[in-house]
């Protein structure tokens, strides 16, 4: 697929019944992923808008030490740890979020058993006192994720679909809610590996299509 056809899907990224996810994000941003060997504090701390995941490794550090975003997967065993852990709202960087994006749409409770895999009920009422604003990305976007990924994936997964990453889902959200003329995105500590589940070949390649479209700027990870 070639990198002009990547941003023609347009949606609505976030439900009407929510706050908007991207009037924060008008200035430069920064999306940084988990990759081992960040270090990129002074760009990253730079930008008006930095989005972090799940437990954001290098916060505080070497990873810098701003968040307006903080994406948590709320769904599978990563979030259920979570919520069995009394002090989770004590994280530093937790605290420090202004908002929060949970990537999954929340199942109904008839495709949430006989094992709950989905927790985002769970974790809105855990995030609740803290009275930020919680983004939930809709299922539109996950569909325009997979529609971007299949042509170039090579394992579609147990689903006979491309499962995209919630690196993907958020970056792929932010990219088609932000403006072209705000300039490129900064992604920071994409490593492109993790749960093979995933299809990190294909992600990657995406992400160096996009560089290309102009969209995004992939700053390579050091270890």
């Known amino acids: 697929m070639p990198p002009s056809d990547f941003y023609q899907v347009d949606l609505p990224v976030d439900s009407p019944r929510r706050l908007d996810l991207f009037p924060a994000a008008s200035g430069p941003l920064a999306i940084v992923g988990n990759a081992p060997g960040l270090d990129a504090a002074a760009a990253i701390d730079a930008a008006s808008c930095v989005v972090r995941f799940n437990n954001a490794p290098g916060f505080g550090g070497r990873a810098g030490v701003r968040v307006t975003h903080l994406a948590l997967v709320n769904r599978g065993g990563q979030m259920r740890e979570w919520l069995r852990d009394p002090r989770f709202l004590d994280r530093p960087v937790v605290r420090c979020a202004d908002a929060f994006i949970l990537p999954f749409p929340m199942l109904p409770a008839e495709q949430n058993r006989p094992e709950q895999v989905c ?34 994936t090579t394992d579609p997964g147990p689903a006979g679909r491309p499962n995209p990453s919630t690196g993907f889902l958020v970056t792929l959200a932010f990219l088609l809610g932000r403006p072209l003329r705000r300039g490129p995105v900064a992604a920071h500590g994409f490593g492109f590996d993790g749960w093979p589940g995933h299809p990190w070949t294909a992600e990657r390649a995406w992400f160096r299509q996009a560089e290309a479209a102009g969209h995004l700027r992939l700053h390579p990870c050091h270890s």
Request: aromatic residues 2%.
């Open 119 to 152: 927790w985002t009920r769970e974790v809105l009422e855990l995030l609740a006192p803290l009275g930020k604003p919680v983004h939930i990305l809709p299922e539109d976007l996950h569909q325009a994720a997979r529609l971007r990924l299949a042509p170039v």
